[in-house]
């Protein structure tokens, strides 16, 4: 079993960074896939971006450009760099792991983008 742990969500102004973290409690580099998705109030969970253990990358057309999506294996962290910020990026992040068949969620921490 993985527990996954986010930080580092909160309330920006529209055009500023965060930066999400999410801690795994094994090693990250036994698990396939990393990832982050969000859902806003009233709609559907969305993939945001997505790292294999050999680092490739993917992220939604919406964020692509703006986020980036890295990992520490030394620190079991997966982070989401966000910049230029839009009030329609306001949602609950949550961290995923993808490993054998199973899949391992965070409790997700809050984005907050408004004026």
């Known amino acids: 079993q993985v527990q996954l742990v986010e930080s580092g969500g909160g309330l920006v102004q529209p055009g500023g960074s965060l930066r999400l973290s999410c801690a795994a409690s094994?090693?990250?580099?036994?698990?396939?896939?990393m990832g982050w998705y969000r859902q806003a109030p009233g709609k559907q969970r969305e993939l945001v971006a997505t790292i294999v253990s050999g680092g490739t990358t993917n992220y939604a057309d919406s964020v692509k450009g703006r986020f980036t999506i890295s990992r520490d294996s030394a620190k079991n962290t997966v982070y989401l760099q966000m910049n230029s910020l839009k009030p329609e990026d306001t949602a609950v992040y949550s961290c995923?792991?993808?490993?054998?068949?199973?899949?391992?969620w965070g409790q997700g921490t809050q984005v907050t983008v408004s004026s």
């Open positions: 094994t090693s990250i580099d036994s698990i396939t896939i």
């Open positions: 995923s792991a993808h490993k054998g068949i199973f899949t391992y």
